[in-house]
């Protein structure tokens, strides 16, 4: 009986004293971005704990506080205490697996102990994005029409190693004397039908990309088949497809993705901005581009006019 008592007191002060221990130990609150990032980003790490001095505070550093796997040349900045970052002095490489690593150079001289995980993140892999159909002229056939597909890839792409995994259809039909109309690797690359038959109705038109493909950087090819599928318009009408903005130094603008070329000339009678901005136009095949001196954070409402000509003979519909 003695013997019990015994046990039982010293295990209740051997938790008494673990459970006052002092943990001093500081952890990563914060590891962003991860996952899939930019090839252009910057990393920023938030910490549990006031770390960096307040004379390493804002300044670019070359102490390797994270050591990257493969290696990532770049210079460090501490915004505050706890907060660090990491600018890259290059893009990331394309189809890459990365892993970070935050070593104990943070804890500059505190009392605190690591307790820091691994991070994991990787630039996108190969991928069609997108394609877009619109009507067009044949090149040197003054008074034919054709219909023209651009293909959007998020690395370039050689127009011969597209060809063969390349299958377009008009009316769910195989068209087979479709041309590349791009001859250097890009990343968007053109695609041309051929003459086409025009009618009042829309007509349904489909790109598959077929598994397989590679980029012009190889190291994965796509690893999913790709159907790009739209009903096109006929030529008598013409249909905004859709509507981008961004900010490029001082200057914003908005991109309009059209299935014909706009008038250029009659534009500004067709185009209006709520808050009124001096702005210009710029005019591509299958879209007009506006731009102006928008602010970075401003919200700007667009109205396109009904009747927006184009210049095959198409008019938006509706406002």
Request: with cysteine; proline share 5%; charged share 25%.
């Amino acid at each position: 009986m003695k013997l019990l008592k015994y046990s039982l007191s010293v295990s209740i002060i051997y938790f008494f004293f673990n459970g006052c221990g002092t943990d001093n130990s500081v952890t990563i609150e914060e590891f962003s971005p991860q996952g899939e990032v930019a090839n252009l980003t910057t990393f920023t790490i938030e910490f549990s704990e006031n770390l960096a001095p307040t004379d390493t505070l804002d300044k670019w550093l070359t102490e390797e506080f994270i050591k990257f796997e493969p290696k990532i040349a770049g210079k460090f900045k501490w915004t505050s205490g706890k907060t660090l970052i990491f600018s890259p002095d290059y893009p990331l490489e394309p189809i890459q697996s990365y892993k970070a690593k935050v070593t104990d150079k943070v804890l500059f001289k505190t009392i605190f102990d690591s307790d820091f995980d691994e991070y994991e993140f990787h630039t996108s892999d190969f991928d069609a994005t997108k394609v877009e159909f619109f009507w067009t002229q044949i090149p040197n056939e003054s008074y034919k029409i054709s219909v023209q597909a651009n293909i959007h890839f998020n690395y370039p792409v050689s127009p011969g190693a597209l060809k063969q995994y390349l299958e377009v259809k008009r009316e769910n039909e195989k068209v087979t004397n479709f041309k590349i109309m791009s001859d250097k690797p890009s990343e968007v690359i053109a695609i041309n039908f051929g003459e086409i038959k025009q009618t009042d109705k829309e007509q349904e038109l489909s790109i598959i990309i077929k598994e397989g493909l590679q980029s012009v950087i190889a190291k994965k090819p796509l690893q999913d088949e790709r159907e790009f599928e739209q009903d096109l318009p006929p030529i008598t009408k013409l249909a905004i497809t859709s509507v981008t903005s961004g900010y490029d130094g001082g200057t914003g603008w908005i991109l309009v993705n059209t299935t014909q070329t706009v008038d250029e000339k009659k534009l500004k009678d067709f185009i209006k901005t709520d808050p009124e901005r001096n702005i210009n136009f710029f005019v591509s095949e299958n879209s007009f581009r506006i731009e102006g001196d928008f602010s970075e954070t401003q919200t700007i409402n667009l109205l396109i006019k009904k009747g927006l000509p184009g210049l095959f003979g198409g008019q938006l519909e509706f406002e």
